[in-house]
């Protein structure tokens, strides 16, 4: 009979090694998997029927693992003549990033493309340790298309800059895409300014607090869907329309802005608006509305009459720049709104 010590370092042995066709042991194993992260345990069990059947286990149907430990798979297709790198990966997340080129099975171990180097398309398999996608496409700048093929993980809390200042950028499909847990928006795409059209009716934003600058620069931007963002957390919704120079309607009515503090810039130099109903905006706790309608020129109705202000707010310039046409067409119930306008060096009277 083995002694305890001799036990025990069998047992480590077998932990170690994780090889579980060979442990005939169930307790050996439960022991095991005690000891093991879920990550782990997860992972050694996804592609091994045997051990599934044998814990009564139904991969497809253990929601846990696709949310939390499935790999995310993005697609991307680059243009002709780009030799840079395609996407920026943390030093300490390289181990969990897989690409491949030409829909090529053998990984490529590098992020970036040689000069005169022929890839078409490049696929990204992304494992279930990140947690951030801040920065991840940050001003990689010939990328021509972005689709997410599979994301099912619903742990990813920062997408802030994800999509920045990509200026070759013309197709984005985020049907995909799971934003469940996400905190921070801020600049997701703002300064992509090739992009004409995107659908984000899938969003789920329940979570997001900061939403400021999402779009700005986006000048090639026509049409935009935000029908089912919820907006009851978001703080920050400064320049999050700023410079969206093409845009000519906006659907805002969904929005809910009783939390929201900073509209300052919202929609500065949005040229081609040609009218705006926010008369479900609630500012009752906005400090800062400064400069929020800059600069929109076409602009001929607007819909205010929600809109309440308070002493000590900034509203300088709010309307600076807009056409003297809009004065037959806004609509304001709040006196101080009336008194403030004219003080603020507002071109609009």
Not at 159 to 185: C, G, H, P, Q, R
Not at 238 to 255: A, P, R, T, W
């Amino acid at each position: 009979m083995d002694s305890p010590k001799i036990k025990d370092e069998k047992f480590e042995q077998k932990k170690l090694k994780v090889n579980l066709d060979s442990i005939k042991s169930n307790f050996i194993l439960k022991k095991i998997f005690s000891y093991m992260e879920k990550t782990k345990f997860l992972k050694i069990i996804k592609n091994n029927k045997k051990q599934q059947t044998r814990f009564n286990i139904n991969i497809n149907d253990y929601k846990d693992y696709y949310q939390l430990y499935s790999s995310i798979e993005i697609e991307l297709k680059i243009n002709d003549n780009y030799y840079k790198d395609f996407i920026n990966i943390p030093d300490a997340e390289k181990e969990y990033y897989h690409i491949y080129f030409n829909n090529s099975k053998e990984e490529i171990k590098r992020k970036h493309i040689y000069q005169n180097e022929k890839v078409n398309n490049i696929k990204i398999v992304i494992d279930y340790q990140v947690k951030s996608f801040k920065d991840l496409f940050s001003q990689r700048y010939g990328i021509n298309s972005i689709k997410f093929k599979k994301f099912s993980r619903i742990n990813i809390t920062d997408m802030k800059s994800m999509f920045y200042e990509i200026y070759a950028l013309k197709e984005l499909d985020l049907s995909n895409f799971n934003t469940d847990n996400v905190i921070d928006m801020s600049h997701f795409i703002s300064g992509s300014f090739s992009i004409e059209k995107l659908n984000l009716s899938n969003f789920n934003t329940n979570n997001v607090t900061n939403m400021s600058y999402m779009f700005t620069s986006c000048s090639s931007l026509k049409e935009v869907d935000l029908s089912n963002f919820n907006t009851d957390k978001v703080t920050d919704m400064s320049g999050m329309f700023s410079l969206c120079s093409s845009l000519k309607e906006l659907n805002l009515s969904n929005f809910n802005t009783n939390n929201v503090t900073n509209m300052s810039y919202m929609f500065y130099h949005c040229t081609s608006l040609i009218e705006l109903n926010l008369s479900n905006f609630n500012t009752s706790n906005v400090k800062y509305m400064n400069g929020m309608f800059e600069e929109c020129s076409s602009l001929k109705e607007l819909d205010l009459s929600n809109f309440f202000l308070k002493n000590g707010d900034n509203y300088d310039d709010m309307f600076k720049g807009c056409s003297l046409r809009l004065r037959k067409g806004i609509k304001m119930k709040d006196e101080n709104l009336l008194k403030v306008l004219p003080s603020n060096n507002c071109n609009l009277f």
